[in-house]
């Protein structure tokens, strides 16, 4: 389902037009409602996952909610697995050959599970960190190569979490991840910022969605969620909240800002919420039932693959 109204955005109608932008993992959750905030300010969104079905469906429903006579402009789902560098190379050629240089890149794709870190296999470990760390970095460094070969200018958004500044007790791969990413973040915006291209990130605090909530609060409460006694603003965040930021980022009006982590987390981990502490009290009948709800949540969506 569509989420966004243009009374949900803080922008200008046609703000983004002639924009083109790149959103990993745009076809659920966040990525889906930053792809929407975007394309119906008229910039030309592409969408990536690993589901084909998923991106393509979003990108239809996207353009159906906000056609090109309101000022929309167009959303393409692309299947890629970004774990996979050869497939990032062709999915840039495709967006490149499609209408031209990209003007902003959005790192959303992720995978986590909560575990107990004794637990994690290599594989388990690499599942999230060859996503996140090692995906978010060669989609970045794909579409840079063109932008400094051809000197454009482009922004890149990266999505990552507060557990950046204060660590991510069992969600350890996810943590280091984005901490790497944070760096990333850092290091290229002062080593590609005096050729145009600047970095800034996103660290969102809970907005609750189907992928996190199956993974990280199994079995427990529903993504329509709300409240949340823990943060000081005593509610999760919208996801026009979400939106706005990225677009924010995501434009030229915001040019002058670079190397920059916003947390849009209701001040969450300035009070230490937002993270799984709490989990310390579980012994392993719950780590042995949040695993079997995750492993089921995972195998329902590897079903639906194609690439
Ligand atoms: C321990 C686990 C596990 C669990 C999987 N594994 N779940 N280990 N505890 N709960 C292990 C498996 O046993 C296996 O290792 C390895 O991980 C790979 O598992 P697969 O199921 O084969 O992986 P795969 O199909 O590649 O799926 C990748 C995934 C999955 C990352 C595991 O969750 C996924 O596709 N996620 C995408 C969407 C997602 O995660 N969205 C949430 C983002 S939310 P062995 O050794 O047994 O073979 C987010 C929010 C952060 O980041 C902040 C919130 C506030
Ligand atoms: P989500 O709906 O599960 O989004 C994750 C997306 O990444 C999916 O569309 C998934 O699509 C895609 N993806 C995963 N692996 C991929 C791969 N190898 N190649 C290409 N795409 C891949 O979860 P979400 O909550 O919206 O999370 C989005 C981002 O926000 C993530 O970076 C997450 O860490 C961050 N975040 C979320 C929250 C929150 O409260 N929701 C809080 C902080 C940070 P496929 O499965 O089809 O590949």
Not at 12 to 35: D, E, H, N
Not at 38 to 48: E, N, P, S, T
Not at 102 to 115: E, H, K, P, R, W
């Amino acid at each position: 389902m569509a989420e966004l109204s243009l009374e949900d955005l803080m922008f200008k109608p046609g703000l983004m037009k002639g924009q083109r932008i790149l959103i990993t993992g745009g076809g659920t959750g966040l990525g889906k409602v930053m792809a929407e905030g975007a394309m119906m300010l008229g910039a030309d969104v592409y969408i990536c996952g690993r589901r084909g079905g998923v991106v393509e469906d979003a990108a239809k429903e996207l353009m159906e909610a906000h056609p090109a006579s309101q000022g929309g402009g167009k959303c393409v789902g692309i299947a890629c697995d970004i774990r996979v560098p050869e497939a990032i190379a062709d999915m840039v050629d495709t967006v490149w050959a499609d209408g031209g240089a990209l003007t902003g890149l959005v790192n959303n794709a992720a995978g986590n599970f909560i575990s107990r870190t004794e637990d994690l296999s290599s594989r388990g470990f690499d599942a999230i960190a060859n996503i996140v760390f090692r995906g978010s970095f060669f989609v970045t460094q794909e579409c840079g190569k063109r932008w400094l070969a051809e000197g454009r200018h482009a922004s890149v958004v990266s999505i990552l979490t507060t557990w950046v500044w204060h660590g991510g007790p069992f969600t350890v791969p996810s943590a280091m991840s984005k901490a790497g990413l944070n760096v990333m973040t850092q290091s290229l915006a002062v080593e590609w910022g005096n050729r145009g291209v600047r970095f800034n990130a996103i660290a969102p605090g809970p907005f609750p969605t189907e992928g996190a909530w199956a993974r990280l609060n199994p079995g427990a409460g529903t993504a329509s969620e709300k409240k949340d006694a823990t943060i000081p603003l005593n509610r999760n965040g919208e996801m026009r909240e979400l939106a706005n930021l990225a677009v924010y980022l995501l434009d030229p009006g915001s040019a002058y800002v670079n190397g920059q982590t916003i947390a849009i987390d209701g001040g969450g981990h300035l009070r230490g919420a937002g993270g799984f502490a709490r989990l310390s009290e579980w012994g392993d009948e719950e780590w042995a039932a949040a695993r079997a709800s995750i492993q089921s949540a995972n195998e329902k969506d590897r079903a639906k693959r194609t690439v």
